[in-house]
């Protein structure tokens, strides 16, 4: 699940060399026991494999017209309008989603945010004009979305542009040659492992280290640690003086409150670990610290992410029949040298963007008791995060995340995301659903009928062989739009199918998400369940212990309760519990000399 930001400029930090492969050049692999920050050398037989700046992927042969531009309709004539299709097919008819918590919503944004980053030109031209009117001239960077006459939020406004900027592609770069197409760069490294407050570069990790006991920085105020400052508050979209931006590993730190408050947690966490692990092991180096408190970090979150997160995604079933995850407390060894860590095309500008439609357009704070005391609309603290250090709003943000219900995982978006997200100085936003089918249409994805094929189902020559997975009125809404069943964009098709039974998607966006998380573990030489990966087996089992509720009681300020599932609502069977009862790893483990066995358990 991806949220865009404004526009942010990506300056290269390395000298390129004409290479087969894009991303870091490495030279020269040692077979080190730790995770390097850009994911180099985590192949050693393919050493810049998933590394920053790397080529996407792709299941399907990619959809571009001529030159790589955005592919026609079968008739040669333009696809329909992207905002068209967001104010008439994704209008306001969502509801809640009264099983889940917001935080299932929020984490998968996290998890998007670590695996991939639109990577932009670094001095691009203005793709609409200051007053948001189509250029005359646009410059070929920009495929902005125009906005239909008669639109009835933009047209009032004299509004008749919505800025998209194209993405980087290997052909920018004159890298990876061999590919026939431009193929859009990744400016995150692939892996799943927490790059999001290390970096992706070791530069950018050196700049949030104290390298003192094995710490990132982070600033105290008012007893509590907070993220560091960024020196430039264009990062965040404003330039007040009284306007806080944070840093991380990532740029877009800032974009909403509930993503900001995931990566202070997540910082407090390895620091939390460091503490632990320097009185366990005294003579423990900075170093030897942060490398320790990173790996088990990082184990924490895949954990989280693939047995709690991913399974309520999928449903219990079908994510293990896929083996993206299995019933044991062993290891799981099935790392393959041969797989590629590189994130697909369809999943991160396609599939996990279907989830946009469980973001909800406020935000309650929350009581210790339980209670709202507050609650702010989302347009309102895009790109602003200064209020989360005031009062109790930090802990409040955490047990709404806990207690507040998302929208229900549907084709249906919120007006804060259609019509209200990132707003400036006009009185209306951009469409995140009209930005999502144009970015699909730049980076050239397979349509939803060459996606539907891919996964199995029949591919339909008529709008009625949609009926297999799709309700008819939505097909008539296709009909309506679109002249052929192949000109149906992927966005769009797949997020009107049917749910799964167990599960929050159709089956096309979990066939590839199946295809996605199955090669992000297979493909990582120091996934948390791969022996080599250096947990003893005693160690592996206390990650297995690892939950989102005990990793917010554990980092919050003054979090006391907690439900022992923190992706579900509250209920008889998932109770408000003291989080001194929610289970957690016991880092004594680590403790240098603690005997281990290993056990073979598969």
């Not at 390129?16 to 490495?26: A, P």
């Not at 670590?114 to 960077?141: I, R, V």
């Not at 006991?213 to 993220?227: E, K, P, Q, V």
């Not at 942060?290 to 079908?318: P, S």
Request: glycine content about 6%; proline content about 5%.
């Amino acid at each position: 699940m991806v949220l865009l930001l404004p526009v942010i400029l990506i300056t290269l930090p390395y000298v390129y060399s004409i290479i087969e492969e894009c991303g870091l050049e490495v030279n020269y692999c040692k077979n080190e026991k730790f995770r390097s920050i850009s994911g180099g050398c985590n192949n050693l037989k393919h050493p810049n494999w998933g590394t920053i700046h790397s080529t996407y992927d792709r299941l399907i042969l990619p959809n571009y017209g001529p030159s790589n531009s955005i592919r026609s309709a079968v008739s040669g004539n333009p696809l329909p309008n992207a905002r068209l299709l967001s104010q008439n097919i994704f209008t306001d008819k969502s509801v809640p989603d009264k099983e889940h918590t917001l935080v299932l919503m929020q984490y998968g944004q996290y998890v998007a945010h670590d695996m991939s980053f639109t990577f932009f030109a670094d001095n691009p031209g203005k793709c609409c004009t200051p007053s948001l009117q189509l250029l005359e001239n646009s410059p070929p960077e920009c495929v902005s979305v125009e906005i239909p006459p008669n639109d009835p939020d933009y047209q009032i406004h004299n509004i008749t542009c919505i800025s998209v900027l194209r993405t980087q592609t290997n052909q920018n770069l004159n890298c990876s040659k061999h590919l026939k197409y431009g193929e859009q760069l990744n400016a995150a490294n692939n892996y799943l492992d927490l790059s999001v407050i290390y970096g992706s570069t070791d530069e950018e990790s050196n700049s949030l280290r104290t390298f003192k006991g094995g710490t990132l920085a982070m600033d105290f105020r008012d007893g509590y640690s907070w993220l560091t400052a960024s020196q430039n508050r264009f990062e965040c979209g404003f330039n007040l003086p009284t306007t806080r931006c944070y840093r991380a590993g990532d740029l877009r730190v800032d974009q909403n409150p509930q993503l900001t408050t995931l990566h202070i947690l997540w910082a407090r966490e390895h620091n939390r670990i460091c503490y632990i692990l320097q009185k366990l092991n005294p003579h423990w180096d900075d170093e030897r610290l942060f490398q320790e408190a990173r790996r088990i970090a990082i184990a924490q979150h895949q954990y989280i992410t693939f047995y709690e997160l991913l399974q309520l995604y999928f449903g219990q079933l079908l994510i293990r029949d896929s083996h993206i995850i299995f019933d044991t407390d062993g290891y799981v060894d099935d790392y393959d040298d041969e797989m590629r860590p590189h994130v697909f095309n369809e999943h991160a500008q396609g599939a996990f963007r279907h989830f946009h439609g469980m973001v909800e357009g406020h935000l309650n704070l929350v009581s210790e008791s339980g209670c709202p005391y507050r609650t702010v609309n989302i347009r309102d603290t895009i790109n602003s995060p200064h209020f989360i250090e005031e009062c109790d709003n930090f802990d409040g943000l955490c047990r709404g995340m806990t207690t507040q219900p998302p929208r229900s995982s549907d084709m249906f978006m919120v007006p804060e995301m259609s019509k209200f997200i990132f707003l400036t100085v006009a009185p209306v936003g951009s469409d995140l659903k009209a930005i999502d089918i144009q970015r699909a249409r730049e980076h050239g994805l397979g349509t939803y009928n060459d996606m539907r094929e891919f996964c199995g189902l029949r591919r339909a020559r008529h709008f009625h062989h949609f009926l297999d997975v799709i309700d008819e009125d939505r097909v008539e809404l296709l009909r309506t739009f679109y002249e052929h069943p192949d000109d149906v964009d992927l966005p769009v098709g797949g997020s009107m199918e049917r749910k799964v039974d167990g599960a929050l998607a159709g089956p096309t966006t979990l066939c590839i998400m199946e295809k996605q998380f199955k090669r992000t573990r297979k493909s990582d030489r120091f996934w948390f369940e791969n022996e080599k990966c250096g947990l003893s087996y005693e160690q592996l089992r206390e990650i297995r212990k690892s939950s989102i509720s005990k990793f917010i009681c554990d980092n919050g300020n003054n979090i006391t309760t907690m439900q022992i599932h923190g992706f579900l609502q509250l209920s008889y069977k998932n109770p408000r519990v003291s989080c001194e009862l929610l289970a957690g790893p016991n880092l004594e483990l680590w403790r240098e000399g603690y005997r281990k066995r290993y056990v073979y358990n598969n």
